[in-house]
């Protein structure tokens, strides 16, 4: 079912291009962030355990990272991330800590995915990443905004039950809310005041699908229709759900793309590896996790400590704010030997860039082989060359590849 046209959509919701603040411009190119964690990893295998910079805790060693994510009763999420996904969603398991609430939430999310024909979604993206390879010719294309963010949206919506209005206007929203909800961590209000505006329509577009779909007694195959035939949520519970998993979708899969493609395009040594293997998924699966090691769609996690406690050789307070350096921590040579090389044959589950314990990324079964299929479509094209990925903020928007020959 396709919603009305939305005549109140605000127009002032567009992410702008350029780079802003600090955070942004140092994680802009992947040198400076590389050589950072490098650098961290270094010291903290030197230091043997996690940093204190007044009330901040840094974890840079794999081992101090993956016990804070286990240990989620000690270190919350909530404080983190909560305030800021009620304010534009209500509440949703990113944002929620161990309780009842949780576990039914949550239970009710994994519940719905499991009955969705996620084989359905993974031709539909390979069929679209290869026509809109074919529609750009020899010319090349963008990787961004005119690949891997359309694509993603269209999984969204496939697997979601709503787009909104238009393809724009969905991507739109969903960004000026993931930027607010999971990034600004500076607390930038024009970047909150964006995601309020679009919060309105994001949750009148859900609201709509679901009362529309209640009144035609036909629920659908989706998400949207697994929550709705489950009932153990009810329908604000159903949109919230929704609303919390689609913010993200749409440009962690369009960063995560973009920066494989940087990392890879770059090194034509590397590329040549990756070109050699591009007909074995879980080889290009390997490749992709690599190049995401080395400049990662997202460097660090963010929790708070509930109470007094220890974590490897240092004394945590209460309220203390606890940041996992998952890029320096997945340098780590005791999880990841010889660090520097980039070997696809590495565990996958050593991996950390989708989160971890109770909080993995929620949409992470889809994009292991989202992002590969779109990944591999354009190696197999043949790329010879790249240009200067251009931002929205935080988020790449454009990176124009350069086809050459094929190299399938």
Wanted: aromatic fraction near 6%; glycine fraction near 10%; charge should be neutral.
């Amino acid at each position: 079912m396709n919603p009305a046209p939305d005549t109140a959509f605000p127009v002032d919701v567009v992410t702008p291009s350029g780079v802003g603040g600090f955070a942004a411009k140092f994680t802009a190119e992947q040198p400076l962030p590389a050589l950072a964690a490098r650098l961290g990893a270094w010291l903290a295998g030197l230091w043997g355990g996690p940093f204190r910079l007044g009330h901040t805790i840094i974890l840079a060693r794999h081992a101090d990272v993956a016990e804070m994510l286990a240990r989620d009763l000690d270190f919350r999420i909530a404080p983190v991330n909560g305030p800021r996904i009620d304010a534009v969603n209500g509440p949703f398991v990113l944002g929620l800590d161990r309780g009842a609430t949780l576990i039914r939430e949550r239970a009710a999310l994994y519940r719905a995915l499991s009955q969705v024909d996620l084989s359905a979604i993974r031709v539909s993206v390979a069929h679209q990443a290869a026509e809109r390879i074919e529609a750009a010719g020899d010319d090349g294309i963008d990787v961004v905004g005119g690949y891997a963010r359309p694509i993603a949206a269209r999984t969204a919506r496939a697997l979601f039950g709503t787009g909104g209005p238009d393809e724009r206007s969905f991507m739109d929203v969903a960004r000026a809310i993931f930027a607010h909800v999971f990034l600004n961590l500076s607390g930038d209000k024009v970047v909150e005041a964006r995601a309020l505006r679009a919060a309105g329509p994001l949750r009148r577009w859900l609201a709509d699908e679901i009362a529309a779909r209640r009144a035609a007694g036909d629920l659908g195959t989706d998400m949207m229709g697994a929550l709705l035939r489950d009932g153990l949520l009810d329908d604000d519970g159903v949109r919230r759900t929704l609303g919390g998993m689609l913010v993200g979708s749409i440009d962690t899969t369009a960063t995560a793309v973009a920066k494989i493609i940087a990392v890879i395009g770059r090194d034509p040594a590397l590329l040549a590896r990756v070109a050699a293997d591009a007909e074995d998924p879980e080889c290009l699966a390997g490749w992709c996790r690599e190049a995401l090691r080395r400049w990662p769609h997202n460097p660090i996690l963010m929790r708070r400590a509930a109470a007094p406690t220890r974590l490897g050789t240092v004394e945590i307070r209460a309220g203390d704010q606890v940041v996992a350096w998952t890029q320096a921590a997945m340098l780590d040579p005791d999880v990841f030997p010889d660090p520097q090389t980039m070997r696809p044959d590495r565990p996958a589950a050593a991996y950390l860039h989708f989160g971890g314990g109770v909080h993995p990324c929620a949409g992470r079964a889809i994009n292991a082989f989202q992002i590969p299929l779109l990944v591999g479509a354009l190696i197999r094209r043949g790329i010879a060359g790249i240009g200067p990925v251009e931002w929205a903020g935080p988020f790449p928007d454009r990176l124009t590849v350069r086809f050459g020959r094929d190299m399938a």
